[in-house]
């Protein structure tokens, strides 16, 4: 069955371009994102992986690791890294996970075969500290990924995960969160005193909780 949300995120061992790998060992107790693409050496994928590797101190700040995958080997991750570091002017420094017997492919259902039969599409599980599947994207060979999207569905997982928020449509840092739908209106004036905003009995508005 295909992986959902809340599920614990399949365990694995592999080799990386940054050496053998146990995926939830290497994920310790922080928060991780494993991202598929679809093959090395093509266009949209060399500038994704670039870009990452530009925000990956965002990443870090968040206490989030970062793992790509393809079902490419690891040699050739290693000959496309000079590649993507050339042309993107950047320097590669999070790990490639080489699978071409599509291991992690298979566990994290990357494969849509009526899609393309052989390649992953561009899938993105953010997992939190947990072992758990807080959140699953999916997109297609011919789409590059916004990863300024993917640092803001970190933070709002952060921010729920930590307080009893949800963050409306948008949303950005410092924005004004939603007060959890599982918070009764009572127990709402406790959690936030002189701070909820009421627009209608279920949507309530408060500043972002301070970290
Ligand atoms: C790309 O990254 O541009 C790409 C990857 C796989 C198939 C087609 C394009």
């Not at 959902?4 to 790998?21: H, K, N, Q, Y």
């Not at 500038?47 to 690791?65: H, M």
Request: proline letters at 7%; one cysteine or more; a neutral charge.
């Amino acid at each position: 069955m295909a992986l959902r949300l809340g599920d614990i995120a399949p365990d694995f061992t592999v080799e990386t371009t940054e050496g053998s790998m146990s995926f939830h060992q290497w994920l310790g107790n922080g928060w991780g994102i494993l991202f598929s693409h679809p093959k090395d050496y093509t266009p949209v994928c060399t500038t994704e992986l670039g870009a990452v590797a530009k925000i990956k101190p965002e990443f870090d700040k968040r206490n989030v690791k970062v793992v790509a995958v393809s079902v490419d080997s690891v040699e050739s991750h290693r000959g496309w890294v000079s590649d993507i570091n050339e042309t993107q002017c950047t320097t590669m420094n999070f790990p490639i996970i080489g699978d071409p017997n599509r291991t992690v492919a298979g566990l994290y259902d990357m494969i849509h075969p009526n899609a393309d039969d052989t390649l992953t599409v561009r899938s993105v599980f953010i997992i939190g500290p947990d072992k758990k599947v807080k959140l699953m994207l999916t997109y297609p060979a011919s789409t590059g990924r916004n990863f300024a999207e993917i640092l803001r569905c970190v933070d709002s997982l952060q921010l729920s995960a930590k307080h009893r928020v949800a963050t409306p449509a948008d949303w950005k840092q410092g924005d004004d969160c939603i007060v959890s739908n599982a918070v009764k209106d009572d127990e709402a004036d406790k959690l936030f005193p002189g701070a909820v905003r009421r627009v209608k009995p279920y949507l309530r508005y408060v500043p972002q909780p301070k970290s």
